[in-house]
C-alpha cells in the first residue's frame, strides 16, 4: 500500500469516528443512535472514545444504555487511572451501570495506586445512601481496596 493510500485510509477512519459520536450524540432517533453507538463500539478502538463514553455514561439522554457504555469503557482502557470514576458509579447509578464497574474492578484487575485507592475509600465512606441492591457490591469493593491499601 502506497503512502498516500495509508494516508487516506487514517483520514477516513478519524472522520468516521468523528461523524459517529456526532451523529449519536445529535440524533432523536433512537434506532439510528443505538446502531450507531453499536457499531462505534464494535469496529473502533479509538482513544477518542473513552471520553465519550465517560461523558455519556452519566447523561440522562442515553439513561438506557448507560451499563453498555461501562462495559465498553472496560473494553477499551486497563482503566488503571478510573477508579475513583468507577467506584462513583458503583455508588451513585443504577444495579446494572454498577455492575458493570464491579466487574470492571474485579476482572481486569488494573494496578491501582495508594492515592487512588484511598480517593476511592473515600467515595465509599461518604456515600451512605446507596440502594440495598448494590451493598454486596460496595461491600466487596471496600474490602478489595483495603486489602490492596494493606499490601
Known amino acids: 500500500m502506497k503512502e498516500k493510500e495509508l494516508t487516506d485510509l487514517i ?8 461523524t459517529l459520536i456526532n451523529l449519536i450524540e445529535k440524533t432523536s432517533n433512537e ?6 453507538l453499536f457499531y462505534l463500539i464494535d469496529n473502533f478502538k479509538d482513544d477518542r472514545i473513552i471520553p465519550f463514553l465517560k461523558k455519556n455514561i452519566l447523561s440522562e439522554k442515553f439513561r438506557n444504555k448507560n451499563a453498555i457504555f461501562v462495559y465498553a469503557l472496560g473494553e477499551y482502557s486497563n482503566c488503571r487511572n478510573e477508579l475513583d470514576f468507577l467506584v462513583n458509579l458503583i455508588v451513585t447509578q443504577d444495579y446494572h451501570v454498577a455492575m458493570n464497574a464491579y466487574n470492571i474492578i474485579g476482572d481486569y484487575y488494573p494496578e491501582f495506586d495508594k492515592i487512588q485507592l ?6 465509599i465512606k461518604d456515600n ?7 451493598e454486596e457490591f460496595i461491600k466487596n469493593v471496600k474490602t478489595f481496596i483495603e486489602n490492596e491499601l494493606e499490601d
Open 11 to 18: 483520514i477516513q477512519k478519524e472522520d468516521c469516528v468523528t
Open 31 to 36: 434506532e439510528v443512535r443505538k446502531k450507531s
Open 118 to 123: 484511598k480517593n476511592a475509600l473515600k467515595i
Open 128 to 134: 451512605k445512601n446507596s440502594l440495598k441492591e448494590k
